[in-house]
C-alpha cells in the first residue's frame, strides 16, 4: 500500500494538472473571443461617435469619390437610411498601354462598405433636408479587377488592362450636406446646398444647386402606387478640393454639370417628399476634373450613369467611355453602387402591420 499511495497521488495530480491546462485553453480562448467582440464594438462606437461629432448639417449622398468618377450627385428628395455597397476603379493604364496623364500610378480599387442617412425636416426647419454618408473600403485590385476584364472585356473582346502597384490600404470617407428645396408646379423640385467631404482619399467643399424630377410628360398612368411619368433633372456643382493621403495632387478648383432624364412611377407623400416606387434613369456628367499631371493641368471627365430602382433597392453604374470604351478604358475608369433603403422597409413592414386583416371571424 506504501508504493500505490504515491502513483494514485500522481495520477491525481496531473489529471489536475491536465484540467487546469483545458480551463486555462478554454479560459484563452473565452478572452480573446471578448476581446475581438470588444475590439469590434469600441470600433463601431468610435465611427458612431465620430459621425455624431461631425453631424452637423452642411457632402453628397454617393460617397466621395464616386461623383467625380460619374455617378449621380443629386441630393435626395426624400427621407432615406441606407446602407450598400459603393465601388469605384483607377487604372494609370488601358489595355493598349496608353497612359493616363496624371500624378496618379497606382491602380486604386475603392471597396466603399457605405451607410447614407438623409432626413427631410419639417415644422421649424420646413424646406430643408440633411445628409450624412459614411464609408470605409478595404482598397485592393479585387473585385473591380474582375468586372473590368473578366465581365466587361471579356464580352467584349476587348484587351485586358493590367494593374500597376495596386493600393492595398484602409480608406475611410465621410461625406455631409445641407439642402434647402423650393417648389416649382409641386413641392420640393428646385434645390440649392452645399456640403464636404473629409477623409483619406481627399478633402473637399462644394455648392450645388438644380431641378430634380421635374415632370416632363403628363401622367400616364395612376395607381395605388402613384403616377407614372417622365422627369428630369438637371446639376451645376463648384467645389474646392485639397489632398488626402490617396490623391496627393488635385485641381484645386472643380466644375460640374450633370443632366438626366427618368421614367417610373412616383408617390408624393403629405409632406412633399417624391418617392419612387420604380424609376430607370440615365444621366451625363461633365466634370472639369480632379486629377493633374507633372505640369497641374487638370483633366476634364466625361461620363455616364444609368440606375434602376425597385422599392427600397437601388442598383447604379457609371463609366467614362463615353461610346468608346477601348479609347477611354483609363483614369476613374468606372463604378457601380448597389443600396438598400432600411427606412423604407421598414415603413413597408410597418404599413403591413397598420393594414386591418379582411377575414372575418368565424361565427360560432
Known sequence: MVRVIPVFLARQWFIAIERGHTNVIAIDRIRAAYQWAANRWIFFVAIVLLVVLISTPVSGESPAPSVHWGSMAFPDQYSTFTGGLTLNRFTPTDGLG???????????????????????????????????????????????????????????????????????????MIDGSLTRWFPLFRPKVIFMGGGFSVGTIYQQGFLRAGIRRMPITPTLYSGSWGDVSARVSALGRISYQDNGAVLHAVRQTA?????????????????????????IEFALMWDSGIFVNVTGQSQEQFAWAIAASAGPLRFETWNDSMGNIAERDYGPTYGAMLTLDVLRVWNIIQGFRRTPSTQAPASS
Do not use: C, M
Open 98 to 172: 496608353n497612359k493616363y496623364d496624371s500624378t496618379v500610378e497606382n491602380t486604386l480599387g475603392f471597396n466603399l462598405i457605405t451607410v447614407s442617412w438623409t432626413q427631410h425636416w419639417h415644422r421649424t426647419w420646413e424646406g430643408w433636408s440633411t445628409n450624412l454618408t459614411a464609408g470605409i473600403s478595404p482598397t485592393a485590385d479585387e473585385p473591380t479587377q474582375y468586372f473590368q476584364n473578366k465581365v466587361v472585356h471579356q464580352l467584349r473582346q476587348l484587351p485586358t488592362v493590367p494593374t500597376v502597384d495596386p493600393r492595398k490600404e484602409t480608406d475611410v
Open 255 to 279: 466644375g460640374l454639370v450633370q443632366p438626366s432624364i427618368a421614367f417610373g412611377q412616383y408617390v408624393t407623400t403629405e409632406t412633399g417628399e417624391t418617392i419612387p416606387t420604380w424609376e
